[in-house]
């Protein structure tokens, strides 16, 4: 049973900045590259970052590339996202899942509860 919090959300202006975390369990969480998505209102989730287990590759939507940074503490259990530079259109619920590298897309199909990125002109 895969378990995931995201927390970390919250309002900010274009330009600012929030950290979002996530915490997993129900995995070997060291085993499994992490990568956070994001759905904003009325349009489908899509990804936006992606670490390897060790944490030695990332990849990243070109949409965010240059503004985020994800990183992960294993033995934390914890995976990260660094948000810069925020925009308007960052606004969405961010989810981390487990991802397959090969597609940057959820491994197991659990989804944790979101946590809301409002961002204000």
């Known amino acids: 049973q895969v378990q995931l919090g995201e927390s970390g959300g919250g309002r900010v202006q274009a330009g600012g900045s929030l950290r979002l975390s996530c915490a997993a369990s129900g995995r070997t969480f060291s085993a499994y590259t992490m990568g956070w998505f994001r759905q904003a209102p009325g349009k489908e989730r899509e990804f936006v970052a992606a670490?390897?287990?060790?944490?030695?590759?990332?990849s990243y939507a070109d949409s965010v590339k240059g503004r985020f940074t994800i990183s992960r503490d294993n033995a934390k259990n914890t995976v990260y996202l660094q948000m810069n530079s925020l925009k308007p259109e960052d606004t969405a619920v961010y989810y981390c899942?487990?991802?397959?590298?090969?597609?940057?897309?959820?491994?197991?199909?659990?989804w944790g509860q979101g946590t809301q990125v409002t961002v204000s002109s």
């Open positions: 899942a487990h991802t397959r590298w090969t597609t940057m897309t959820p491994l197991f199909g659990s």
């Open positions: 670490i390897t287990w060790s944490g030695s590759n990332t």
